[in-house]
């Protein structure tokens, strides 16, 4: 059973930063792409950046040069570094991961528990 575990969610001050990581285990053959997701009170879920097995990646426009996204492929780990953070970063923050579980099953979507980031004064 594949588990994706998020961990680095915490309350910060405008201006601060945080680190968030995700760890996939289980029996897993192959992880494509990976990213973060996050779901405020009351809107829907959106993607806030994605990065391939190849390390190719992409942000919303809203967390561009704020946050960075990178993976640890040896480790089954997708990181994020959020730096000055704002209030409008609060929400629910949710990993994602692309993979099979052996060379013959298809690919699947696989999601953390979520991780919650509040950013306050």
């Known amino acids: 059973q594949v588990q994706l575990v998020e961990s680095g969610g915490g309350l910060v001050q405008p201006g601060g930063s945080l680190r968030l990581s995700c760890v996939a285990s289980g029996i897993i053959f192959s992880i494509y792409n990976m990213g973060w997701y996050r779901q405020a009170p009351g809107k829907q879920r959106e993607l806030v950046a994605a990065?391939?097995?190849?390390?190719?990646?992409n942000y919303v426009d809203s967390v561009k040069g704020r946050f960075t996204i990178s993976r640890d492929n040896a480790k089954n780990t997708v990181y994020l570094q959020m730096n000055s953070l704002k209030p409008e970063d609060t929400a629910v923050y949710y990993c994602?991961?692309?993979?099979?579980?052996?060379?013959?099953?298809?690919?699947?979507?696989?999601w953390g528990q979520g991780t919650q980031v509040t950013v306050s004064s």
């Open positions: 990065i391939t097995s190849g390390g190719i990646t």
């Open positions: 994602n991961a692309d993979l099979s579980l052996s060379v013959f099953s298809q690919r699947a979507a696989y």
